[in-house]
């Protein structure tokens, strides 16, 4: 189901706590419509992208 439902969709993951993964998310945030992420408050205050 969820191949029909995210169909023409592109999706990523992206370790944070790596310099280079925190650096792809930032410049992914720039060009992308939709953010869905699932970390607590905190967490993304720590890395500085809250």
Do not use: Q, Y
């Not at 999706?11 to 060009?31: A, C, Y």
């Amino acid at each position: 189901m969820f191949n029909a439902h995210a169909r023409n969709k592109k999706s990523m993951t992206v370790d944070l706590l790596r310099p280079e993964g925190l650096d792809i998310f930032k410049r992914m945030v720039t060009i992308s419509d939709v953010l869905v992420e699932n970390n607590p408050t905190e967490t993304m205050e720590k890395l500085g992208i809250s």
